[in-house]
């Protein structure tokens, strides 16, 4: 019942968290790369002649590059990079224990109940070491957001 209800539930949990937080940096990062490389490429297309169309141009590109600020911001509000490859590492973490324990391998291979303690010990350590690392940068993101007047305060 461990190994379903706690270990498979925690390892699914964080694999699909991983996957979810690849995908958001991913996306982010694309948006980010090709609307940036859009501006150099608009403003070397503004013409020399024709006031409307010179602002039009200047307007367009205005807009991506507070765009490609906005994205930027998003990727360091959200953290998703560092979240992705937190949970791929907990959740391999957690994959790597479990295998040892059901072949018995390594620090398991006299298996019965202190093996079964031991494996207990292990998975939530690991567990817990994700929910400090979790909370450490959710810590550093909220300071982060906090104005610069406060941190000179402190």
Do not use: C
Request: a positive charge; proline letters at 2%.
């Amino acid at each position: 019942d461990y190994l379903k209800d706690r270990v498979d539930d925690q390892y699914n949990w964080l694999n699909n968290k991983a996957a979810q937080n690849k995908k958001r940096y991913k996306q982010i990062r694309v948006g980010e790369l090709v609307l940036a490389a859009l501006i150099p490429f608009l403003v070397a297309s503004i013409p020399a002649e024709g006031e409307s169309k010179i602002m039009v141009m200047k307007i367009i590109t205005g807009v991506l590059g507070i765009i490609v600020s906005i994205l930027a911001g998003l990727q360091s509000l959200y953290k998703y990079h560092e979240l992705w490859m937190q949970y791929r590492g907990q959740a391999e973490a957690l994959l790597r224990e479990k295998l040892l324990y059901v072949t018995r391998a390594d620090k398991y291979e006299l298996g019965g109940d202190a093996a079964f303690r031991l494996f207990v010990r292990e998975v939530e350590s690991i567990l817990s070491t994700e929910l400090m690392q979790w909370k450490t940068l959710m810590l550093r993101t909220e300071d982060k957001k906090k104005p610069t007047a406060d941190k000179e305060e402190a």
